[in-house]
């Protein structure tokens, strides 16, 4: 089992871009990586999924860099409402349930 | 419409007690889950289920019971509830029984015993 470490909380500015980064140096070759995003009193949300190089969407960009021993979330000019906890998800294609392991996620607080 | 709903939001019970915490997803997925979240927020998962086949995290006690009448309905019962049960409980579903595929949470149940 891939274990994953994230910074415990990150402050940033509306309008700045953030960064959270993920390490998981025991990645296996099969395993993809996976954000998800969790506010208060809700259930966690899938962000963003990648396997190597870069991925992105509407909501984030994921960077991985070529020995795939982390994972940086970029969120572009985060706003108030982005303002949750990050989690770093680390698990391959076919494997049980028993294999999706959270880590204990980022607290990103975004200040006015 | 809610994909995954959860029912109660919110649940106190004595220790000893048994209860049951229903789940149902709306998006015809094949694998629902069970994910257990304490007070520091470390989200564990408990179980998971795929056409009829239950994988259980071996931590988990036996007092804790997941139950599918259906494929869009994994329900959690859990006997003999404990002070440590304490905890905000997800039901989760995705497509397949694969990490790749995106898991759908619910609101979560708040469980508190007393």
């Known amino acids: 089992l891939a274990k994953t470490t994230q910074p415990i909380s990150m402050d940033s500015y509306e309008g700045q871009e953030v960064n959270i980064t993920c390490s998981h140096n025991n990645i296996a070759t099969n395993d993809y990586i996976t954000w998800y995003q969790q506010f208060p009193s809700q259930g966690p949300r899938f962000i963003i999924q990648g396997y190597k190089t870069k991925v992105t969407n509407e909501v984030a960009s994921l960077f991985i860099p070529a020995d795939r021993k982390s994972s940086t979330l970029s969120l572009p000019r985060v706003s108030l409402s982005d303002t949750a906890v990050y989690y770093c998800l680390v698990g391959d294609r076919g494997a049980y349930g028993q294999n999706f392991v959270f880590g204990p996620g980022t607290r990103l607080s975004v200040l006015p | 419409d809610t994909a995954v709903s959860q029912t109660p939001k919110y649940l106190v019970t004595q220790m000893g007690n048994d209860k049951s915490i229903k789940c149902e997803q709306n998006l015809g997925h094949d694998t629902m889950y069970w994910y257990k979240q304490d007070s520091k927020k470390f989200l564990k998962i408990m179980f998971s289920?795929?056409?009829?086949?239950?994988?259980i995290n071996e931590t988990v006690p036996n007092r804790f019971s997941p139950k599918s009448p259906d494929k869009a309905h994994l329900n959690l019962h859990i006997n003999s509830l404990e002070l440590g049960d304490s905890a905000v409980y997800f039901c989760a579903s995705s497509q397949d029984l694969d990490s790749t595929d995106t898991q759908y949470f619910g609101p979560g149940t708040r469980l508190t015993v007393l």
């Open positions: 289920y795929n056409n009829k086949e239950l994988i």
